[in-house]
């Protein structure tokens, strides 16, 4: 198969799948055989495309349920899938996701995606059109018009699907939302979320040596979507998460776990404006260094979301990274800690605040006393096995058929906190954004010092559309864009 192509037959095949979601609903198996019937398999059929790293603790996961088998295994490099294939002996296994869905598409019930982000967005995208349901890991996309893309198409085919940020089963963020509906803290108007991230290297140069490719990985279906490059070493497996190619840095990292609390507790939707400053990095006296390509080593962004039916204005979002905390809390002890290690959620209200840590665990009020003194009828209904429990939580949505059963994070809501996490992204990546001075002679940043102020329903920023070229991405000829 042509790597770099969509074959006739293959589009054909898509066309006609998409078509055929558009005209009816995938139902539950009971349906299809009456009441009390039961299906010759009840085991949900999986193909784990990223079968390394997250992908493999995601793919062991869904087996681990004891309802869903792993049938198909696809990996561009063969030695990160290996723990896989050996796990899972009887999974065939693919190099490429197309010829998996070409070959594979009748036997599959659901598609698990966990590669990096610049490359989630069209095979979900994918296996959506061929009525399948879809696991992806966080963040959902790489572009902000990949995550409307997906948003508008969960509502369009009728799958069930899951953004893979697992702190959105937890206990912690539906006792945060209990506290806050019984006006605990009262209206909330700012919020903190920080994290440690990056842990990988960021702020550099991209290498100017090349390494020689590995005879196991296949370089040309890694790269997908992106831009043709050289290979060079120590990008695979992590490190690409620093380059805005490939990835969306500390915040597509940590965001969807430290930012879906204040979106279900508040009731977020799109920010209207975003602002941000990053960390400098000097490569001499005097010398500040510019590396477009890379994602800053720290960064400090404020969103600002419009009044939703849960507060009374307009709300101030801090995300802070690369080290960087807020001031702590008066009411918090010296010797208490402030989030978990380095990473952490306060939500200030007029009334008081709350905290919490990564994945929005041990939620308290503070000062920390209160957490046990308050009292508060229990609202919302908790996932069994929090965290753990929501690859098992979409194994079942998914054998119960869609609309049938509730997940945590579904892309109607993952689409819209994805989004907003990447239009932060706009605001540290319009830092760099370069404009020749009108005297001919040097170069200006009309990004720095200023606020963006964001329009949802055209998707571009209104007044500095130098930036608005990061909202979508040209993908490499002969891959597929909506």
Request: glycine share 10%; proline share 6%.
């Amino acid at each position: 198969m042509n790597k770099n192509s969509e074959s006739p037959s293959r589009r054909e095949f898509i066309k006609q799948s998409a078509a055929a979601a558009a005209s009816f609903m995938i139902v539950p198996r009971f349906v299809l055989g009456g009441k009390g019937y039961t299906a010759p398999s009840d085991q949900l059929v999986v193909a784990g495309i990223g079968a390394g790293g997250k992908g493999e603790s995601d793919i062991a996961a869904f087996a681990k349920t004891g309802k869903a088998r792993i049938g198909y295994l696809c990996d561009v490099d063969d030695r990160r899938a290996a723990k896989s294939i050996k796990s899972f002996p009887q999974a065939k296994y693919y190099k490429d996701w197309r010829e998996l869905f070409d070959k594979e598409a009748k036997n599959i019930d659901a598609v698990s995606v966990s590669t990096p982000d610049h490359n989630h967005a069209i095979i979900t995208l994918a296996a959506m059109e061929l009525g399948k349901h879809v696991y992806v890991q966080k963040p959902l996309t790489h572009d902000i018009y990949e995550a409307r893309m997906l948003t508008e198409a969960a509502k369009r085919y009728k799958v069930v699907t899951q953004m893979g940020n697992q702190g959105a089963s937890n206990d912690g963020v539906r006792q945060l939302q209990e506290w806050y509906d019984a006006k605990t803290i009262g209206d909330v108007h700012t919020v903190y979320c920080w994290t440690d991230r990056p842990v990988w290297p960021q702020g550099i140069a991209w290498p100017t040596t090349t390494g020689s490719v590995p005879s196991e990985l296949d370089w040309d279906l890694w790269l997908g979507t992106a831009p043709q490059r050289p290979y060079v070493d120590h990008l695979i497996p992590f490190n690409w998460r620093g380059w805005w190619e490939y990835g969306t840095g500390a915040l597509g990292d940590m965001g969807c776990h430290l930012m879906e609390a204040p979106f279900k507790v508040l009731g977020l939707t799109y920010p209207k404006a975003v602002q941000a400053s990053v960390g400098s990095v000097y490569v001499d006296e005097f010398k500040r260094g510019y590396f477009p390509e890379s994602c800053p080593p720290s960064s400090h962004v404020v969103l600002t979301f419009p009044k939703t039916d849960k507060t009374k204005g307009d709300i101030k979002v801090h995300w802070m990274d690369g080290g960087i905390q807020p001031e702590r809390p008066a009411e918090l002890g010296p010797n208490e800690m402030f989030g978990d290690n380095g990473n952490g959620i306060l939500f200030i209200g007029k009334k008081g605040k709350m905290m919490a840590s990564t994945y929005s665990a041990d939620p308290r009020l503070l000062p920390t006393s209160r957490t046990q003194e308050v009292k508060v009828k229990q609202k919302y209904e908790r996932v069994p096995g929090q965290a753990d429990g929501h690859y098992g939580q979409w194994v079942e949505a998914c054998l119960a058929g869609y609309g049938n059963k509730q997940v945590s994070s579904p892309f109607e809501q993952a689409g819209p906190l994805t989004e907003a996490l990447l239009i932060a992204n706009l605001a540290i990546r319009g830092y760099d954004v370069q404009r020749p001075k009108s005297s001919g002679s040097g170069v200006d940043y009309p990004g720095r010092g200023v606020e963006l102020l964001w329009d949802p329903k055209q998707m571009k920023v209104t007044n500095l559309d130098d930036v608005n070229r990061f909202v979508k991405r040209d993908y490499r000829a002969g891959w597929k864009q909506s």
